[in-house]
């Protein structure tokens, strides 16, 4: 399962985690150790005593390393340079069990995005999971949800999980096909 060219983590503190595959938190004490399988999109797939976990990316500091950036907007944004880091965003958050974000997994089938009466921006994303039974999912649709509200001027986030169609390997992007082998 890991190899010594994983990077070795240790929590110096307290923090709750994710557990992959089943979605379920659980809280990793102080002074535990493991090795980070996945770094990317700014959070974390640690593998401890056999198991794998998920650190969120505001959590980084638990394992020595520094939370990502929150994302910025040009002064004067137009309504392109939105798009641009909603999709941005999008390609932030990782399947932590495939080192593939979810925009070339496939997983995203449209993204609207409007404005309010406020003149606040709504974006409204619809989704689906690699299977119906995906413990993950609610993490990633909460994900979605989470990196989508930091971007400037978006005032409302609506994520709707969908399985019609069903997810199949040829919605992934030629590149992400290519990478896991899957063309």
């Keep these: 399962m890991f190899s010594n060219s994983y990077t070795p983590a240790r929590f110096e503190r307290d923090c709750e985690v994710v557990m992959v595959p089943e979605g379920m938190a659980v809280e990793l004490p102080s002074g535990t150790t493991g090795y980070i399988t996945q770094s990317l999109g700014g959070s974390f797939t640690i593998y401890v005593d056999g198991r794998l976990f998920r650190l969120a ?48 997994l496939g997983l995203i089938y449209e993204c609207n995005i409007g404005r309010k009466e406020s003149g606040e921006r709504r974006v409204d994303v619809a989704m689906t999971l690699t299977a119906p039974g995906c413990g993950m999912g609610d993490i990633l649709v909460a994900d979605v949800r989470d990196r989508l509200r930091i971007i400037p001027t978006i005032g409302e986030v609506h994520v ?24």
């Design 57 to 104: 990316g505001e959590d980084a500091d638990a394992i020595g390393k520094e939370p990502p950036p929150a994302p910025k907007l040009p002064e004067n944004a137009s309504d392109k340079d939105v798009e641009d880091l909603v999709w941005a965003q999008l390609r932030t958050i990782f399947d932590p069990e495939i080192p593939i974000n979810i925009v070339d």
């Design 160 to 183: 709707a999980l969908t399985f019609d169609p069903p997810w199949s390997q040829a919605m992934m992007s030629e590149a992400a096909r290519l990478e896991t082998g899957m063309f």
